[in-house]
């Protein structure tokens, strides 16, 4: 009786642990069909020349030094990467600055209607807004040419120029997401302790020292976390320069997601397509970890 006892525990732990397995085999079956066998294909597929007739065959590197010897891959490269840091940069810095002004006393119905109204852009899918923005860049019909023209300026080619088409991306890039960092850095400040700030504004500290001093050490983790988020998204961009320059003119806006994109169903060139993705994952992963060990410098935990 005793031995039946003692075993009673061990049955009843296999049995809920055949439970959770079976609650959650749903869910690895999906991961495992839709995300680790295509990562695990695609990084196959990158070390071969990949024909729909004639299937795949061995090449090594071939790929991989097409990639890093083609000019053309390189710009695109450098577009990416100039994409991301300006997108960063301001995607981050303007949903400070907004989460600053907005939190602080203010009306209700104020304080609610600027929220909104910043957080709004975010919740419409990219493609839309692409395609308004696109109205409002145009040429000849554009708004905002419109209004310059009535002001008396020369109209600016925000789309069709190689100078000015990747800021206009940007512009509209940093309107779409600011918001959602904004509401994020709200988030966080409403955690910083007011008795540490009531102090700080009772000793003289000024608001530069206020901020730099209280206020971004305590929310340096959320920084840190909008950094790696905005960057990883920042280098998947896609769908915003496909409408609204198609990655032109020339390829002075083209991104590597696109080039991917062309590659596998344009040219049908699988396996250059699959080496893009395999660099564009190890360049996010790169980054990210630098990213990580910088952060051990100026993250307050």
Same mark, same amino acid.
């Given at each position: 009786m005793t031995t039946i006892a003692a075993n009673r525990p061990s049955e009843l732990r296999r049995a809920q642990a055949r439970a959770g397995y079976l609650f959650i085999l749903p869910s690895f079956v999906l991961y495992l069909t839709f995300v680790l066998a295509p990562v695990i294909v695609t990084f196959l597929l990158s070390f071969?020349?990949?024909? #729909?007739?004639? %299937?795949?065959?061995?090449?090594?590197? +071939?790929?991989? /030094?097409?990639?890093?010897?083609?000019?053309r891959s390189l710009q695109i490269f450098w577009n990416t990467l100039r994409f991301t840091f300006f997108a960063v940069t301001f995607n981050v810095g303007v949903g400070l600055a907004l989460a600053m002004a907005l939190n602080r006393a203010m009306p209700a119905f104020l304080l609610y209607f600027f929220r909104l109204a910043f957080f709004l852009p975010v919740i419409i899918a990219a493609a839309f807004v692409s395609i308004v923005w696109g109205y409002f860049y145009g040429d000849d019909l554009g708004v905002i040419n419109y209004y310059l023209i009535r002001l008396g300026f020369a109209p600016v080619r925000w789309l069709t120029s190689s100078s000015t088409a990747m800021m206009s991306i940007i512009i509209m890039d940093v309107w779409k997401n600011t918001g959602f960092?904004?509401?994020?850095?709200?988030? #966080?400040?409403? %955690?910083?302790?007011?008795?540490?700030? +009531?102090?700080? /504004?009772?000793d003289g500290a000024n608001w530069w020292r206020r901020f730099s001093r209280i206020i971004l050490p305590f929310i340096s983790p959320v920084i840190f976390f909008n950094i790696v988020y905005a960057s990883i998204g920042a280098m998947q961009v896609y769908e915003s320069i496909v409408?609204?320059?198609?990655?032109?003119?020339?390829?002075?806006?083209?991104?590597?997601?696109?080039?991917?994109?062309?590659?596998?169903?344009?040219?049908?060139?699988?396996?250059?397509?699959?080496?893009?993705?395999?660099?564009?994952?190890?360049?996010?992963?790169?980054?990210?970890?630098?990213?990580?060990?910088?952060?051990?410098?100026?993250?307050?935990?």
């Amino acid at each position: 009786m005793t031995t039946i006892a003692a075993n009673r525990p061990s049955e009843l732990r296999r049995a809920q642990a055949r439970a959770g397995y079976l609650f959650i085999l749903p869910s690895f079956v999906l991961y495992l069909t839709f995300v680790l066998a295509p990562v695990i294909v695609t990084f196959l597929l990158s070390f071969t020349y990949y024909d #729909a007739i004639d %299937g795949a065959s061995f090449v090594g590197l +071939d790929n991989f /030094v097409r990639f890093l010897t083609d000019e053309r891959s390189l710009q695109i490269f450098w577009n990416t990467l100039r994409f991301t840091f300006f997108a960063v940069t301001f995607n981050v810095g303007v949903g400070l600055a907004l989460a600053m002004a907005l939190n602080r006393a203010m009306p209700a119905f104020l304080l609610y209607f600027f929220r909104l109204a910043f957080f709004l852009p975010v919740i419409i899918a990219a493609a839309f807004v692409s395609i308004v923005w696109g109205y409002f860049y145009g040429d000849d019909l554009g708004v905002i040419n419109y209004y310059l023209i009535r002001l008396g300026f020369a109209p600016v080619r925000w789309l069709t120029s190689s100078s000015t088409a990747m800021m206009s991306i940007i512009i509209m890039d940093v309107w779409k997401n600011t918001g959602f960092f904004m509401i994020i850095f709200i988030a #966080a400040l409403q %955690g910083v302790p007011k008795n540490i700030m +009531d102090a700080a /504004v009772m000793d003289g500290a000024n608001w530069w020292r206020r901020f730099s001093r209280i206020i971004l050490p305590f929310i340096s983790p959320v920084i840190f976390f909008n950094i790696v988020y905005a960057s990883i998204g920042a280098m998947q961009v896609y769908e915003s320069i496909v409408i609204l320059t198609q990655g032109g003119p020339g390829d002075s806006t083209r991104s590597m997601s696109i080039l991917i994109v062309e590659e596998a169903f344009g040219s049908f060139e699988i396996g250059y397509a699959a080496s893009v993705s395999v660099v564009l994952t190890l360049v996010i992963l790169v980054i990210t970890s630098l990213q990580l060990i910088a952060s051990r410098r100026w993250v307050s935990y």
